[in-house]
């Protein structure tokens, strides 16, 4: 068998790339020119670099590829081919994963990370190759605001003097010590704690979609700081993303969280948007059960595999 080269991929040929990567077994040519059009526009959105590609040859001819977009908090994230629409096996792959790898660690990033679907058993073979292993199942989830029927109805106050305050650069330790906290025993991605610092992490949550301070919002019981909520808007679509919620171990199973969350939808009505989506942990079942609860539905599912470059937080 003739071998692989692997090769940065030029600028004309980025389409190209994304083509393959994106490109879903049983999906139309027009669609997936527009899956590429959307791609690149959000990553111009957020300003993220889209000349990290590479191609994968044999014999002249692209067999596979990848894209690498890097985000502020230090954390890459790599796109693959679905396993299902290359003639590539599974060691092929992790060749080519191998070798975007050492490019990776090379620069700043900490945390490299890639989604595939759950029936990608190939592509799973291929990073776990790849000194990749599986960090979670990811369900996305999005509420429609424009249901009428999904207007909720008023939530419990958890109790205490209550306070909502928004993010600045004076409050941003208080921020950073209150995510910090609400770490200690979450159900979400166990595997990252302790693998970033409070400094990356932020970023990272920035820089999901567009960051607007009113939108981080932190909640004090009693002057205590309690629970926080992280908006980002998305650049393409009318719709919140929730970057990240969560409470503070001393004011849960309280109620604590429902709150939270519905002060977060009320925001993204108050603001017009028409919905709310998020990333989950399939195995977090109380935070499941709260999503469920207030109408959240799944529109995807994605195996979360991560790679660990050798600096520490």
């Given at each position: 068998?003739?071998?692989?080269?692997?090769?940065?991929?030029?600028?004309?040929?980025?389409?190209?790339?994304?083509?393959?990567?994106?490109?879903?077994?049983?999906?139309?040519?027009?669609?997936?020119?527009?899956?590429?059009?959307?791609?690149?526009?959000?990553?111009?959105?957020?300003?993220?670099?889209?000349?990290?590609?590479?191609?994968?040859?044999?014999?002249?001819?692209?067999?596979?590829?990848?894209?690498?977009?890097?985000?502020?908090?230090?954390?890459?994230?790599?796109?693959?081919?679905?396993?299902?629409?290359?003639?590539?096996?599974?060691?092929?792959?992790?060749?080519?994963?191998?070798?975007v790898v050492r490019d990776v660690s090379t620069r700043m990033s900490r945390v490299v990370q890639c989604l595939v679907a759950p029936n990608d058993d190939k592509n799973q073979q291929a990073l776990l190759q790849s000194r990749f292993r599986q960090l979670a199942v990811l369900r996305y989830l999005e509420c429609d605001l424009t249901d009428s029927s999904n207007r909720g109805s008023p939530t419990a106050s958890p109790g205490g003097s209550l306070e909502w305050v928004t993010y600045d650069r004076e409050r941003h330790d208080d921020f950073a010590k209150l995510i910090l906290a609400t770490y200690q025993d979450s159900q979400d991605c166990r595997g990252l704690a302790g693998v970033r610092t409070i400094e990356d992490i932020i970023a990272g949550h920035k820089a999901t979609g567009r960051f607007e301070p009113h939108r981080w919002s932190m909640l004090l019981s009693d002057e205590r700081p309690a629970a926080c909520v992280l908006l980002v808007a998305n650049p393409l679509r009318p719709t919140l993303e929730l970057a990240y919620m969560g409470v503070h171990p001393d004011f849960r199973r309280c109620g604590m969280g429902r709150y939270v969350l519905e002060h977060g939808l009320v925001q993204a009505r108050r603001e017009r948007f028409s919905a709310v989506t998020l990333a989950v942990d399939a195995s977090n079942t109380p935070a499941r059960r709260l999503y469920e609860g207030r109408r959240f539905r799944q529109t995807l599912e994605r195996r979360a595999m991560i790679c660990l470059l050798n600096s520490s937080p």
């Amino acid at each position: 068998m003739s071998t692989i080269n692997v090769r940065t991929a030029r600028d004309v040929e980025a389409r190209t790339v994304l083509r393959l990567i994106l490109a879903v077994p049983g999906q139309s040519a027009g669609d997936i020119e527009r899956q590429v059009s959307s791609f690149m526009d959000y990553a111009r959105a957020l300003s993220l670099d889209l000349n990290r590609q590479w191609m994968a040859e044999r014999d002249g001819h692209c067999v596979s590829a990848c894209t690498c977009l890097e985000s502020p908090g230090r954390t890459a994230l790599l796109f693959v081919p679905h396993g299902a629409t290359t003639g590539c096996d599974a060691e092929t792959i992790a060749h080519i994963l191998q070798h975007v790898v050492r490019d990776v660690s090379t620069r700043m990033s900490r945390v490299v990370q890639c989604l595939v679907a759950p029936n990608d058993d190939k592509n799973q073979q291929a990073l776990l190759q790849s000194r990749f292993r599986q960090l979670a199942v990811l369900r996305y989830l999005e509420c429609d605001l424009t249901d009428s029927s999904n207007r909720g109805s008023p939530t419990a106050s958890p109790g205490g003097s209550l306070e909502w305050v928004t993010y600045d650069r004076e409050r941003h330790d208080d921020f950073a010590k209150l995510i910090l906290a609400t770490y200690q025993d979450s159900q979400d991605c166990r595997g990252l704690a302790g693998v970033r610092t409070i400094e990356d992490i932020i970023a990272g949550h920035k820089a999901t979609g567009r960051f607007e301070p009113h939108r981080w919002s932190m909640l004090l019981s009693d002057e205590r700081p309690a629970a926080c909520v992280l908006l980002v808007a998305n650049p393409l679509r009318p719709t919140l993303e929730l970057a990240y919620m969560g409470v503070h171990p001393d004011f849960r199973r309280c109620g604590m969280g429902r709150y939270v969350l519905e002060h977060g939808l009320v925001q993204a009505r108050r603001e017009r948007f028409s919905a709310v989506t998020l990333a989950v942990d399939a195995s977090n079942t109380p935070a499941r059960r709260l999503y469920e609860g207030r109408r959240f539905r799944q529109t995807l599912e994605r195996r979360a595999m991560i790679c660990l470059l050798n600096s520490s937080p």
